[in-house]
């Protein structure tokens, strides 16, 4: 599309049709251009096995086709019909517990269960020929939130499981070394006594439960693939996207699904606990970006206020939906969307807030969603543009999946938390992020952080120590280099992977207490810089530096004296080490050295405003303003000598050609 | 009977011979008139399957009449013998998550077992031709406590809900529409395909959860009534009863319950963790009389002392057992009853306080038990006497079975919360209380409140909309009025069922995070009234005015400057409405005006100092003093020029004629 | 042996030979003298049924005997191989909620399943005719921490669970009666309607609840025992044990089992959430050497850093690990082990600390492991010696199983904090102190502590009365002396079974809300005594004396005015009662008086400096300094005329003869 497309998910099919006709009135009056239609359908539209009904959806077409409004079509297979689950029993999901999940809500079947596949390919191939022609169809949305159920135990994945291993390790003898198996006398002699994580006295083998994430993410991506692949083969000119729950879904690893879908998409909710939760939007937004490689992305997903599933469903404040929308776009997006259109009147989601909520077309929101309509049209210039960042921080959904195992040195010290923070410290100081792989090539960035790299595989080590001796600039948190993939603690050391490279040995994890902390006191050269004394919350390390220079020290923990923070040059490059968790202060300390090595200002901007930049192939740029604060700030743009005011709560989009 | 009864469980079973006759004679010391016998009693009335063995309850009948004791007989059911389930293992209870329920304490069998049905008929009937015409038996106990097991998925069970939804929808396209099955794509073709609320990956479909607690309501309450006709049938002068746990079992709808029972009893006892709970007690009285349509009802249970079955088991104060329990009396009781009659040597419960505890008759406990046995004694004139109030309060548990599904806006805005505040809002204000039905006619009271209205039919919407238009003066708190018997949304916004009758329309829910805290200024004209800065806890509404006049508004909170209490006239009728949480002291300030509007006074009475006041039909006032002081005060009977002085923790009855 | 062993588990099936060879050489440069071999190697010694595979492990033996390295051999039944599970499916472990405990961790199967049971024994069998001669074997050791699977609910279990209850009474009437079934109505009729506690609607009977782990604990015994005598019939001059959790598993009666070991071996580990972790190890050795009447016994498992079980593994400061072993060795212990040798690098445990860290030999754990060798070597001649204690504290898991089931007066009042405080009390006044059943012989005991008797048998009743007529002191805690062996309260008053011995009555139970307090006022005679204002947390009684005389009052509480603590003399023996939980300076206030009537006197050591001491028949005492504190002191040794000076963290170990 060559404007910014505006909408959202659109569930005709629980009202009458009169209220289509006001629908698309309405669509036309906010400015939307664009609709996801069909994710829970299925039910309508397969009658029965076999059976098909579609008048009521060519009529919808029709509908939206003469109000140009474009469709993004899904496939209904995240919610089989009643009659599936009737007929194949069999094919239901079973939890880690062995509870067996029927239907009477959402969430798919087992993965691999026959049944399942079958009815998925069908219902997608009568879509595909019915509508994969149609003009107003711009996009095909393949099922719905993929993750909500992440692992499935009927007899199908369990044997499933077995199979992807043998195809993993071709030899049980592989499998035994990769998992330790001699450890607690668990060595398999036959392939019938692989299992898969089922209820046992003590925790699991790691390596075993570690396996067990990457088959399930595996088994849920075909289901994805498959359905696809019949799209692709019936219209190959729509492309294919999943709407991803980047950073609510824990389960699925977003690197392999990148590269099979057409075009990113991902749905993003606040968490209404968190009333800066303006910087968590960004972090996600940064990360989808990142997923789709720099290219456009759709936000399909997120609120106009409140959402229904959390414990205090905090509506928005007035702007606040706006300035949400603008910080995706501003981030890369080049459609917001919705969910939904129209409030539910009846069932699981009927308090969770639409485009048309339950007060009307007199309400507030609704007067916002227009507003936003209009924003966004007058903006479509930005179309494809796209975001430049000098800084990138490392993710991996695996090492996240490894570090989550039961039995690790301290619950305190989350990837999660390490991430958001050093996130947050690159935010206030308004910088552009990207996320990346620890294994992509890192040489676009002049400075590369790992606040939570637990697992590192070989490949991963050797592309960082590759990126800091051709003059990069890493800096890496604590607990990281730890383990292989295969969750293994490598010869060596406990973070062999990264001893050299960092010059600096962990000789011991010292967690501490709930009710304990640590100090860090800074004491290298530059002495212009912030906090001197660092608190530590959660986490020091016995370091001992081989090559390193010392940072600072702790002065008060568990090994007073010690090394906490170190340095080490290679040439040009150079790779820090951090041995604890720091707050946004102390990463201040940290990283104004990293900045300063790696030629990277920190603009003079007020806090918690945001100036967003795009760049458009002729070197316009797109900007957008996002005023957090309660009060007017006048700025002039980095980069630009351009200057503009913004009022309180306020969201600007403008264009700086030049 | 013609006096206060007095007395409690009995369960000889337990006891031999000679402890018989000392319980007996004790029970003469203690002024005891009425016992509940056999319970528990199903295994030894019934040894084997057909075989019965009355002889030991034969003795127990003789020695009790002689002594002029009034029998209580239970029908056993609420604990089928060790060979039942031997026999039946099928109709054995089945929790929510498939959970068998086996033998081995107590609670019921599956409700819609034929087997269960049968021997509980078989059981019932037996004793029912053994003592159905003693002459020392007062009344039938049907089962103990229905709802201890409110729900159960045996396959009977299932199936049964699936006939129970026929006869209510007859069509299944009237289940779809009524259940908005549309959503999440979950419509029924076929009855095999609806189900109970069976394990699924995320919530269900929330009216069918509401339908599935109507379903096991009626579904106990049929086992009740099954019984019950068979003790009509065989001893038609006999009034049957059962224990409610009005206050603690949330499950059963009573007031579905109180109509098939010729008199209504109930079991009642403090938490532990409650140091004001004679308010809480105060307020179960009231629901339990209003239950029983103003009738005096027996007080089943309570203890002497401490429980067993809470985290802190606090024994109670000296005189705080006849403070209880004339608190009861003073709201209608003409029985005072106590689990129970004899401490346990053994099993689950024996650290719960009984009228003869483990200490014996040198006890404190013992020597309170006998004053209470002669202070009621000495007060059997008001036997019958009745209780008047002005006030009434909503109370329906098909709304609070509604709000408490998941994924409402917020977990903090509890039925239970709001309506305990609203409650001892007026307890602190010396009111006499009902609790009545939505749908009940409401023309007897001056005033109505309505804390917690979630759910609110039409039929409800319309009596609340004649009983203001005919002069009345309504109260309604948040969340009110917002769906209807399917827990759908109305048509017309959130509050679609009152916002005409009100004169005001909610149209966001503005719930507060855990750590926020918000604030009204009261700016209506009365300045005499006590507070004027209301703080609110955990929830706010957007609203907008269209006739109602506003009485206070946001100071602070997500909406600041728009409405939070609302007021509007019709005729000389009027309704307020309140659109968040407010304490004890934010309700003096709105209910000041109600009080005035509806011309009641507010008595000048001591703060913890309760008169209480029944009504015979000569106009005597029979008035119960209770002082939760510890100190005295003197005092004048409301409605009297009586004047009294209580002493410190004490209780009193008196009677005033004239 | 003739000298303290030292050393490990050693699981050398994860390593290569290569390692073997490096290890052999470490652990003699750390003095390593003794390790545990095998414990985890069913599957790689039986690699199907019934064919062995013994060459790797000959291999170990020649290897270890060469460097004088004594053998632990265990049998691995702790962890039977996946082959095992797999042919024999219905032999695994099933949970309390009937779940079905699989293969892929550690966790013995179902105890009573025949298959396993023949499994084990072939294995032994097999391992006892392959090394029971080898003169490098030192010790058997039976399976791994029994108890870790307390429980199991297969059929096999539940059928003898049946056969053990015909056992135990014979007839039915005979466990109806115990357990009191006529409560709640649940009386048996047939054998088969006894069954295991399944789940159940409400809380099941404490008779059989109790009883089933008396049951659990026999079941697991046997399977101790079975192996144990393959083991001597085949190689009888070699000492069998198996490893006890005294102080983690709380569901084994190691009084019971401490007579079927040949010497008797535990494993230890710190809660790293205690930073006075030294006062429970302390603790927990006492209760070790008390379970081996006397005798010296095995340290088997301890750690020599952080554990990684445990939410936060705090790594042990530098130093803390000798004073660990050496407490441990200064309560008895003539052997000092460790799990483990050398660090997993896979598995469930890596982060596990061991001999040989993941940080090699270049670490500062390695280098304290190799001093710590040092040291034990140069005390050799303490092996042997004992302890000598005047005071006891009574300590039974039947009372301890017995008040940890549900329904108790108070969740407050546990049995571990009420004497974890009372043992404080005493270690802080430096007394040495031995656990005793309260069966057992008294007569050796100046002083006898009685903090948490809940359950006492008649014979442990009449025990303590006969103790303390012989003139001993004894001091009984609150809720003591309630039931008999079947959790029942006997005739005659809530602590019957003392209330004559005590010479006052318990007649009502007073538990405190969790956010009050109360208070107690000393008023006894001796006025020198330290506090006399004496807080309680958590719980009161309300105390009748006949015979006693009232040391102390509540002046604050449930009872204001009423008896808090008593005492009474027999004759030159007394008896003193304490009604609430104290904390450490109120018990300093009771036990003041208890040491003078006992002829007890408290060193003059400084607070947190440990001096211990075991004498050896020559007379000579073998003396261990712990200083847990930052500052040197120079104290003299009690008993003697010694000074010594022990620096900040210090241990030492020194030997004063005559």
Redesign the interface.
């Known amino acids: 599309m060559d404007s910014i497309a505006y909408g959202g998910d659109y569930?005709p099919?629980?009202w009458s049709r009169e209220v289509w006709r006001e629908d698309v009135a309405l669509m036309r009056e906010a400015g939307v251009n664009f609709v996801s239609l069909g994710i829970?359908?299925?039910?309508?539209l397969e009658?029965?096995e076999g059976q098909f009904d579609f008048s009521w959806m060519d009529e919808l077409f029709e509908l939206l086709h003469e109000a140009g409004i474009r469709i993004d079509l899904a496939t209904?297979t995240a919610?089989p019909?009643?009659?599936f689950?009737?007929t194949y029993p069999e094919a239901r999901?079973v939890?880690r517990?062995?509870?067996?999940?029927?239907?009477?809500?959402?969430?798919?079947a087992s993965p691999h269960a026959p049944a399942y596949r079958e009815a998925c390919l069908r219902i997608t191939r009568a879509l595909a020929e019915r509508y994969g022609n149609h003009p107003a169809l711009a996009l095909w949305h393949v099922h719905n939130e993929y993750g909500?159920?992440p692992e499935s135990f009927s007899e199908y994945d369990q044997e499933a499981f077995r199979t992807w291993l043998q195809q993993r390790y071709g030899e049980l003898e592989a499998l035994n070394a990769a998992?330790?198996?001699?450890?607690?006398?668990?060595?398999?002699?036959?392939w019938?006594?692989v299992?898969a994580?089922?209820?046992?006295?003590?925790?699991?083998?790691?390596?075993?439960e570690l396996d067990w994430k990457r088959f399930s993410n595996d088994s849920i991506l075909d289901c994805y693939r498959a359905e696809r692949d019949v799209l692709h083969e019936i219209s190959p000119h729509v492309p294919v996207t999943t709407n991803f729950m980047s950073h609510t879904c824990p389960d699925m690893d977003l690197w392999t699904w990148a590269d099979e879908v057409d075009i990113v998409s991902d749905d993003h909710y606040l968490r209404?606990?968190d009333?800066r939760g303006f910087v968590e939007l960004a972090l996600n937004a940064d990360l989808v970006r990142s997923l789709s490689r720099g290219r456009p992305w759709i936000l399909m997903e997120h609120s106009t206020?409140?959402v229904?599933?959390q414990?205090?469903?905090?509506?928005k404040?007035p702007g606040e939906m706006a300035r949400n929308s603008l910080s995706h776009l501003g981030r890369g997006a080049d459609a917001i969307a919705f969910f939904q259109w129209r409030?539910?009147?009846?069932?699981?989601?009927?308090?969770h807030?639409a485009m048309v909520?339950?007060?009307?077309t007199?309400?507030?929101?609704w007067r916002e969603v227009c507003e936003l309509g209009a924003q966004l049209s007058s903006f479509s210039a930005a179309t494809g543009s796209r975001v430049r960042a000098d800084v990138a921080i490392l993710w991996d959904w695996e090492s996240q999946w490894a570090q989550d195992l039961?039995?690790?040195?301290?619950?305190?010290l989350g990837h999660r938390v390490q991430t958001n923070t050093w996130y947050e410290r690159l935010w206030r100081d308004h910088q552009a992020v990207d996320f990346v792989h620890p294994e992509a090539d890192l040489s676009a960035y002049r400075l590369v952080l790992a606040p939570a790299s637990y697992l590192l595989t070989d490949t991963a080590a050797g592309n960082l120590e590759r990126y800091v001796k051709a003059g990069g600039n890493l800096v890496v948190g604590p607990f990281s280099g730890i383990v292989d993939e295969?969750?293994?603690?490598?010869?060596?050391?406990?973070n062999a992977a990264l001893s050299e490279l960092l010059g600096v040995?962990?000789?011991?994890?010292?967690?501490?207490?709930?009710e304990d902390s640590a100090r860090i006191t800074w004491d290298a050269g530059s002495s212009d810089v912030g906090t001197r004394e660092l608190p530590v919350a959660?986490w020091c390390e016995?370091l001992?530096t081989t090559t390193a220079t010392v940072l600072a020290r702790y002065a008060e923990g568990?090994r007073p004296g010690g090394p906490a923070i170190t340095e080490h040059a290679h040439g040009s490059g150079k790779a820090w080490y951090v041995g604890s968790d720091l707050d946004l202060d102390g990463l201040a300390t940290v990283f104004r050295g990293a900045y300063a090595a790696a030629g990277i200002g920190v603009p003079d901007l007020p806090a918690d405003v945001e100036v967003l930049q795009r760049h458009g192939e002729d070197g316009t740029r797109y900007v957008v303003l996002l005023n957090h604060t309660d009060q007017a700030h006048t700025l002039t743009i980095p980069g630009t000598d351009h200057e503009a005011t913004i009022e309180a709560g306020e969201s600007q989009t403008l264009q700086v050609t030049g």
């Open positions: 569930n099919d629980q829970f359908s299925w039910a309508h009658i029965s209904p919610a019909p009643a009659w689950f009737r999901a939890a517990d062995l509870t067996v999940l029927g239907p009477g809500s959402r969430g798919m909500g159920v998992w330790g198996t001699a450890f607690w006398g668990q060595t398999f002699r036959h019938e006594e299992h994580p089922l209820p046992t006295a003590s925790v699991r083998n790691p390596a075993l209404a606990d009333p206020s409140g229904n599933w414990p205090r469903n905090v509506a404040q409030a539910s009147r009846r069932g699981a989601e009927k308090f807030s909520p339950h007060a009307g007199g309400s507030r929101v039961p039995w690790r040195p301290s619950v305190d295969n969750d293994a603690v490598r010869e060596g050391g406990l040995q962990v000789h011991e994890f010292c967690p501490l207490r709930q959660v016995e001992v568990p």
